[in-house]
Nanobody, 123 residues
Framework: QVQLVESGGGSVQSGGSLTLSCAVS????????LGWFRQAPGKEREEVAVLHSDGTADYSDSAKGRFTVFQDNAKIRMSLQMKSLKPANQAMYYC?????????????????WGQGTQVTVSS
């Protein structure tokens, strides 16, 4: 049974940093994607960063240069390091997993989701 459990959210001032973690269990596929998505009140859920099983990563335009997604060697934890946070980054952040995930994917490919962790950024 696949389980994704996020942690590490919290409150930070603008310009600060946070690292989110996603504990991954039961996700034993040879090829996959694990990603971070976020959703602010009244807005659609959007991609932040996606890590492919070959180690490559995709980032949204707003995340490039400030956020880094990585996985530990044992592949039981995926993390998102966020720097220079802005109030616009405030949202619920979700960890998600996709079994079928090529170079071209959509949010609909992600069938496994965690419960989310809140990130609050004050100006």
């Amino acid at each position: 049974q696949v389980q994704l459990v996020e942690s590490g959210g919290g409150s930070v001032q603008s310009g600060g940093s946070l690292t989110l973690s996603c504990a991954v269990s039961g996700f034993t596929y040879r090829t996959y994607c694990l990603g971070w998505f976020r959703q602010a009140p009244g807005k659609e859920r959007e991609e932040v960063a996606v890590l492919h099983s070959d180690g490559t990563a995709d980032y949204s335009d707003s995340a490039k240069g400030r956020f880094t997604v990585f996985q530990d060697n044992a592949k039981i934890r995926m993390s998102l390091q966020m720097k220079s946070l802005k109030p616009a980054n405030q949202a619920m952040y979700y960890c998600a997993g996709a079994v079928v995930c090529g170079r071209y994917y959509t949010i609909r490919d992600f069938s496994y989701w965690g419960q989310g962790t809140q990130v609050t950024v004050s100006s």
